[in-house]
């Protein structure tokens, strides 16, 4: 069937948006040229997940026509809609987005027909959305070893110039087809402003998006290239319509440059207190970068790459005023407790150029273990014994140093494989960072954004196995101030997680308190035994864990001040008030 849309149904749908503006209710939408192989196991998904289902049929042939017109039963929530002139991808979507305004929804989550994304994240996609119902949702490419070469140097160009175009890294990736809509948000934007119609339509609508102040939150997604599915890019008429838009985009940000600014300031500010929280600062960098940088070291070594990276760490500088603010809040309280003057703004920028060292650091452990430089681990004699016998140990690390880099070097030091626990998504793309570059290595990353019982015993059985757990002291609770405590630390009360020493009593095992710091052109690991095994009293709990967690945190110190600028919390550390964590990067 064709789509018609008449003015006064326009006009009651407008109506109808502005009265369920505080509102959720999302259906799906999947633009279709000539792709129905998967798209019955994606309906099927988007059904099971409770979503009334619009198939926008790009003047499909045959037979494609006939396997998606099959789909069509508006009584189990699925109707097509055919095209009769070919629109391209995002001629289909919009026509999409229309059709679900008129119906009465609010939201769409689009996603394209051919079985690309794993639609395991659909639930986490519209939970993000259903929680933020202003933002755009997109999901965060992870690919695997089937993506061509030619699509990642494209995402690249596109990247970077999506970065100019809205003077900020927030939009990690706007090229996937896996995201959800504000209806009204984008609607908006369709009536008002030129928008490309194919392979344009991804990038350009988000970009258009946040230049409004429509917040931008990216939820991790595996993508696939199935083999033998057609794609409908077309390399010279894409590429010049892509390039197009680019120089439209850069043309038109220059033009409206003080609204742009403005949307920016209004959207932060009505993102509130919740972006105080750690876990709510968006990974600044890709996985394509951290690539990127391989390459680079490869061609040019450790300092020739360091040289690459400080413009880039220069901006990263200049643009976020909420970290170079904290940043120089904590060099203060380092100077203040060492006698000396209140850091300059080189120092902060120093501090940048400290914490890119170190990524780059982790980095060559991983890739080039050989050239990585010296490690030398000033353990005890009992830990290279319990190492030597195969008893499992937890570690508390913290974010001061390289944890990451003596992570990449114990295993092999002491023979144990040592799993790090974190709190976030980001886990699964590190483990994709990994495994693209040293397929042989196993996940050593494990996701515990709550740890329930059958997570618990899943780690018992790590450390029974004789494997080692680390997990950092220097990070809140994902989920608010639930399960912290207040303790001095830098001249002032600071909010530290219980969770290691609840997870400690749980083990059963030895605990030690590790550090890394650089020092010349090597790292020194630093152990210290913080328990034989964590004690909690029933009657007196809360006491032994604020004990725990204020030795922990007076060991941090004591590092902070040898070595200040590799302390890398660039967020509030001292704030009476620890927000729920609000996003889901």
Known sequence: ?????????????????????????????????????????????????????????????????SAIAGFHAPANGVEVVRLPVNLGKGGAVIAGLRCAHVRGFTHVVQIDADGQHDLGSLSELIAAARVHPE???????????????????????????????????????SMCGFRVYPLDKSLAILSSERVGQRMDFDTEIMVRLFWRGTPVIHVPVRVVYPHGNPSHFQLLRDNWLISRMHARLVLAMIL?????????????????PACRHWSAITERGALWGL?????????????????????????????DSA?????????????????????????????????????????????????????????????????????????????????????????AHFKRRVNVLVHT??????????????????????????????????LKDRVERGEWLAIAGDRTPV?????????????????FPQGPYILAALMGCPVYLMFCLREGSGHTVCFEKLADSVLLPRHDRERALTGFAARYAQRLEHYC??????????????????????TSD
């Not at 099971?48 to 790009?58: F, R």
């Not at 080189?346 to 050989?370: C, E, N, V």
């Not at 886990?427 to 990353?445: F, Q």
Request: charge should be positive.
């Open 479 to 495: 989920h608010g101030r639930s399960r912290t405590c207040r303790v001095p630390f830098l001249g002032a009360e600071a909010s």
């Open 323 to 411: 970290s170079r603010s904290h940043s120089r809040a904590y060099l203060a309280r380092v100077r203040a407790r060492n006698g000396g003057a209140p850091p300059s703004w080189l120092t902060g920028l120093r501090h940048y150029m400290s914490f890119a060292a170190k990524a780059l650091d982790a980095h060559i452990a991983w890739t080039d273990p050989p050239r990585s430089g010296p490690i030398k681990v000033a353990s005890s004699p009992e830990l290279d014994r319990l190492a030597e016998v195969g008893v499992g140990v937890l570690l508390i690390v913290s974010h001061l140093g390289n944890a990451e880099f003596s992570r990449a070097g114990l295993a």
């Open 256 to 272: 409206r440059l003080p609204s742009i600014l403005r949307n920016r300031h209004l959207m932060l500010q009505a993102q509130g």
């Open 1 to 65: 069937m064709a789509i018609g849309i008449d003015p006064g149904q326009r006009m009651v749908a407008i109506a109808q948006a502005v009265g369920n503006r505080m509102k959720f209710h999302p259906c799906a939408v999947v633009p279709s040229h000539n792709h129905f192989v998967a798209l019955g196991a994606v309906v099927m998904s988007l059904r099971s997940a409770g979503l009334d289902v619009i198939i926008v049929d790009d003047a499909s042939d045959e037979p494609a026509l």
């Open 561 to 582: 001040l040898q070595a200040p600028l590799q302390w890398y919390n660039f967020y509030d550390f001292w704030a009476e008030t620890v927000p729920e964590r609000q």
């Open 135 to 173: 933002a755009l949702i997109s999901g965060r490419p992870i690919f695997d070893a089937s993506m061509p070469r030619a699509r990642r140097v494209g995402r690249w160009i596109t990247h970077f110039w999506v970065w100019i175009e809205t003077l900020s890294t927030r939009i990690a990736d």
């Open 291 to 319: 690539k990127f940088l391989n390459a680079a070291y490869a061609l040019l070594g450790r300092k020739g790459c360091l040289a690459l990276m400080a413009p880039v760490v220069a901006y990263f500088f200049a643009t």
């Open 425 to 458: 998504r980001h886990a699964s793309l590190y483990n994709g960072l990994i495994h693209s570059l040293r397929p042989d290595v196993e996940d050593y990353t494990i996701q515990v954004t709550e740890i329930g019982p059958q997570t618990a015993v899943e």
